[in-house]
């Protein structure tokens, strides 16, 4: 993964925020409890943040080279499907089980964070 396809993913990560963020407030609204649209909500808020991360990854990685940051984007990716993934399927369809991968995205997350403050540092 090369920094300019980091970008790509982090613009439209945040385009599908922005979609499924509406699509949650107004087509769902009516029709998901409050507890399981505040999962939903969730979902998108984490991908939003996780988006500008991609965003950062990638304009980072035009300063300098780094394998980090190609796997911190590639985790931030990772981190985006498995964990808001989970929480969107988990919300619309009701399958509990399916909160147990969301954790999985979220060590995604940490990670992916955790290699972008490595990269900077080994720079």
């Known amino acids: ?3 300019r396809n980091i970008l ?12 499924l963020g509406a699509f949650g407030a107004h087509a769902l609204k009516k029709v ?8 939903y909500k ?8 996780h988006a500008l991360g991609l965003l950062i990854v ?7 080279d780094s394998k980090w940051l190609r796997w ?4 931030l990716i990772v981190g985006i499907v ?8 988990l919300s619309i369809s009701g399958i509990k ?19 972008l403050a490595i990269a900077i540092f080994k720079r």
Request: glycine share 14%.
């Open 97 to 115: 089980i399916l909160g147990a991968i969301t954790p999985i995205g979220g060590l995604s997350f940490v990670a992916g964070w955790i290699f």
């Open 42 to 49: 969730t979902g998108v808020e984490y991908q939003f943040y």
């Open 82 to 89: 498995i964990f808001s993934g989970s929480l969107y399927a």
């Open 1 to 3: 993964m090369n920094n």
């Open 8 to 19: 790509i993913s982090g613009a439209i990560f945040m385009a599908l925020a922005v979609l």
């Open 32 to 39: 998901l409890s409050p507890e399981m649209l505040a999962i």
């Open 72 to 75: 911190s984007g590639i985790l």
């Open 58 to 64: 990638g304009l980072v990685g035009f300063h300098f």
